[in-house]
């Protein structure tokens, strides 16, 4: 199970290879929101989101032999990147299984870390049958992007990270918005401000018709999205939360919020203008819930986690364009 | 004078107010630059740019009475909202005096950060009479943009950190390329490296036809440009290095690089793709020089200094346009 030590094992693991990530402010924001609100920037992570967090902990923790024979991950692109990067740097073989719709930048980026890109479609096909097909004769370990102990304690880093860094600034009570697909990165989080900051808690952010995980926190049970694609928040598309993950969500997270995908391409304008970052649509659905949803929250300050930047140009345009 | 005691009572009174920005890195840009690369990002200090640090600095070290008549600060833009957020936060009275092509965003800002704003003609006016007939009949104190020990001081305090930060990456020794304006920032940073990491040694970096501090190292006497405008890199268009800032720089800085408006556009455009951070042109020039003046560096690692992203967006598009 994961718990607080394998998170602070991840941490010992990480550092010196992954970049401590920075908490943003700006006046501008504060007065958008009607509070304090603080931004940890995982898009400024190795790779452009934090799952090379994950990638890292969980090639770092395989056995040598396993570390010989390879890794295999399926993905969208974010978690893609961090396993592929984790892996060259270790010099591990890794394959990698991605949609073909995925954004170019991610699969070319995939590719120029030195991985096998493996490309499948996401309407017809079974990832998992794909990655199967792939990696099964070579004997590879299969690197799960959210339902895996260790790649759970990786993201959990961020939160061992954040609390430490709100503490400088005198907060150390605050609702924890995060950017969530498979639930991976919320319930390290969750189980981190658990044991350090006992104040916060951790709420859960997706995109409208992509809001499985909140309606599984509200029913109780793992709920399904009807549609596996069709939203520019690619990164956080996935049809359920985690058989793993649920059970930490359940217990540790409030209510999920959930916004627009126009909410998002706001709040990537608002990032660029404001706190001079890059965020893809997927990676700023918790921004966009400080921003525009402060009727859903409670508490005087939020940190918002926003979680990637790897966005096309095309969709980066879009936003400014329209909102800046 | 400045010294590194100046330095660390600054960090002392910055802590918990500005923010502890990111040591960056990319295995992209390592790539290119031919060497291992990692990028200070101060674009991502609260106001967009590291000014806040010195207008910060400046601010708090005034004495009671100076603080309640309030302060005048000259800038094209960043030193003006670092000076402006900090007197707000500070309840002190700020005016601002503003070249009137200023981008616009900078002038924008400057405005909603409460400060009263006076614009005058960069070609025709004279700055520092322009700030006397503003700001002389109401006893406010000039915070000048570089040439103040405490603005220097709170300057330096990027260099303290950069110094840890790479610490945990196991480097000690590096060229540290800096944006060069007036030169307040590389002499605070030279000063803290000069104590903290006597293997770094900092570079000033500028954009061509505007090589004042570079031209001053070789001469050993202050030199001036010919032009006062006429570049995107507006935020160090500085007219010659400080009186005091100079002494410093000539003691310990190496050689100054200066790179091409044109490598300044392309470096924002690998900042955004790989980086995920917005870059102005003027806080581009530092990686600018790492990523395209390799020939012109000694060591094996170079930490590149951005210093802003406060950039109008047809500016940014243009850099995305030409060079993504």
């Not at 799960?144 to 102990?149: A, N």
């Not at 706001?266 to 890059?278: G, Q, S």
């Not at 966009?288 to 929250?297: I, P, S, T």
Request: proline fraction near 4%; hydrophobic fraction near 45%.
């Amino acid at each position: 199970m994961t718990d607080i030590r394998k998170i602070e094992a991840a941490a010992e693991r990480l550092r010196g290879h992954a970049t401590v990530t920075p908490l943003l402010s700006s006046p501008f924001l504060d007065e958008l929101a009607g509070r304090q609100l603080l931004v940890k920037a995982e898009c400024l992570q190795k790779t452009g989101s934090f799952k090379f967090r994950g990638g890292w902990s969980a090639v770092t923790a395989l056995l040598a032999e396993q570390k010989s024979r390879g890794v295999i991950a399926f993905s969208s692109g974010n978690h893609a990147q961090g396993v592929a990067l984790a892996a060259r740097t270790l010099a591990v073989p890794a394959v990698i299984v991605m949609p073909s719709d995925a954004p170019r930048v991610k699969i070319e980026n995939t590719r120029n870390l030195g991985a096998e890109v493996v490309l499948y479609d996401r309407a017809t096909e079974d990832r998992f049958a794909v990655a199967d097909r792939a990696g099964g004769a070579r004997g590879l370990t299969l690197i799960q992007p959210f339902d895996d102990e260790e790649v759970i304690a990786g993201q959990g880093t961020v939160g061992l990270e954040l609390v430490e860094q709100a503490a400088v600034f005198g907060v150390n009570r605050a609702e924890v918005l995060v950017c969530c697909g498979g639930g991976g990165l919320t319930a390290g989080i969750a189980l981190a401000l658990e044991k350090h900051a006992p104040a916060m808690i951790a709420r859960t952010c997706e995109p409208e018709g992509f809001d499985d995980v909140a309606r599984s926190l509200v029913s109780g049970s793992i709920e399904r999205n009807e549609r596996l694609s069709g939203s520019l928040c690619d990164a956080i598309l996935t049809p359920s939360p985690g058989k793993i993950t649920f059970p930490i969500l359940k217990r540790l997270c409030g209510a999920g919020l959930v916004v627009s995908e126009d909410e998002a391409l706001h709040a990537m304008a608002l990032a660029f203008e404001h706190l001079k970052i890059v965020l893809e649509p997927g990676g700023a659905v918790s921004l966009a819930a400080a921003l525009f949803h402060g009727q859903d929250l409670k508490m005087p300050t939020a940190i918002a986690v926003v979680t990637g930047g790897n966005v096309d140009r095309e969709v980066f345009y879009k936003a400014l364009e329209r909102f800046c």
